[in-house]
């Protein structure tokens, strides 16, 4: 039988698909309230942790909450139950209920919150919207005696140097000649004091985290054989990949954006908002953005994209309006921010499924959070608006 998983082995299948280091740098990701090593048997997805939310939890037998939305986004000095965050963090310790939340490193990454969006509308060739800026790296360059090579090579990589995606212990290297004088004072491994040496070394080259630079640069001292190592870390940064904000893609097959916006009407969740659209209803369209959660910010990026229509949430009067007003400016569709990102939901806990390998159970919340309740006197005009 095998053994219990416990919160931080969930943790770390859930950072290995949403890293916590791609969050935004004002974002609040990560363990929220819990124990580590406290066993876990099922996890609840939901998108905010409110006090409904995690009685929804309690009365599931959740030992995780997993949301979206953090529960501390701004500081605070307190969480007594006298206010809502308070009673959502008494009431997740009384239940014993850990809480952890994915943000924005969910919202950029492969199989995140965009996708899981872009998804629902069967879009093709989906390619990030803002592709993200490639990971800040440095590339350790050394010198090494030939025979001393691989072993600090794998020293090196032992240390960090060399992962590559999936790969690690990663490195280029081409052997060429050393040379130089050592003078009185030194140690040399290799020569004689005032003779100068010419030795077969081994250029090597890996790439570090810059993070973890000074760890390599230690231990790369204390493995190789010279007293003074011949050594530097250049600094670079990886290409954007395939992870970002937002997403465009092709549709199935050419529509209506009356039939498009029915489309994502019927396969988002049901909120009072419903769906706002602006552009003429009868244009056809095949190429669409989308943006999970609010996306004004996106604007202009899916004008570039040259997107027909672009799908997202919270869109200001001004900001919308200046849109529009460009030529060739993509149709609007705006929808509730909550229905924009529960589709990801369904994906986090199959995925979290497959990781764990049936090792516990994920149930996914249908509570709507949506702080919008009720809507009057709405209408369709029909034509342009």
């Not at 206010?83 to 943000?103: C, E, F, N, P, T």
């Not at 004091?193 to 001292?221: K, S, T, W």
């Not at 959070?369 to 342009?384: E, K, N």
């Amino acid at each position: 039988m095998d053994p219990p998983l416990h919160l931080r082995d969930v943790i770390g299948y859930l950072e290995r698909r949403y890293p916590p280091a791609t969050a935004e740098p004002w974002d609040a990701v990560g363990l929220v309230v819990g124990d580590p090593v406290a066993p876990v048997e099922r996890v609840l997805f939901a998108i905010d942790p409110t006090e409904e939310v995690v009685a929804e939890a309690a009365s599931a037998g959740a030992d995780l909450l997993v949301t979206h939305h953090p529960l501390l986004l701004k500081p605070v000095h307190s969480v007594a139950a006298t206010g809502a965050k308070g009673r959502v963090v008494h009431s997740l310790i009384a239940s014993g209920i850990a809480l952890y939340v994915a943000h924005t490193n969910a919202d950029i990454a492969a199989g995140g919150v965009n996708e899981a969006l872009a998804a629902t509308l069967d879009l093709a060739e989906v390619r990030p919207l803002v592709p993200a800026p490639g990971q800040s790296l440095d590339v350790l360059v050394v010198y090494v005696p030939e025979e001393e090579a691989e072993s600090l090579r794998a020293a090196l990589a032992s240390a960090g140097a060399g992962a590559v995606g999936d790969y690690t212990g990663c490195a280029w290297s081409v052997t060429g000649t050393g040379e130089f004088t050592p003078h009185d004072g030194a140690d040399p491994t290799i020569g004689e004091i005032g003779r100068h040496e010419r030795v077969a070394e081994r250029r090597i080259e890996m790439v570090v985290p810059p993070h973890r630079r000074d760890q390599v640069a230690a231990v790369l001292r204390e493995s190789h054989p010279y007293e003074e190592p011949a050594f530097s870390f250049l600094t670079t940064q990886a290409p954007s990949g395939s992870v970002g904000s937002g997403r465009v893609g092709y549709l199935p097959y050419d529509m209506t954006l009356r039939e498009l916006a029915e489309q994502v009407a019927a396969a988002l969740p049901a909120t009072a908002q419903g769906i706002r659209v602006s552009g003429d209803l009868d244009q056809v369209v095949s190429t669409v953005a989308v943006c999970g959660g609010s996306g004004d910010a996106y604007l202009e990026a899916a004008h570039r994209s040259g997107a027909d229509v672009y799908l997202t949430a919270d869109l200001r009067h001004h900001r919308a309006e200046e849109a529009r007003a460009e030529s060739g400016a993509p149709a609007l569709i705006d929808a509730a921010h909550w229905a924009t990102e529960w589709p990801w939901l369904p994906v986090a806990a199959r995925a979290l499924d497959a990781d764990a390998a049936g090792r516990l159970e994920t149930i996914v919340s249908t509570r709507v959070s949506d702080p919008w309740t009720i809507r009057l006197g709405a209408a369709d005009p029909g034509g342009t608006s």
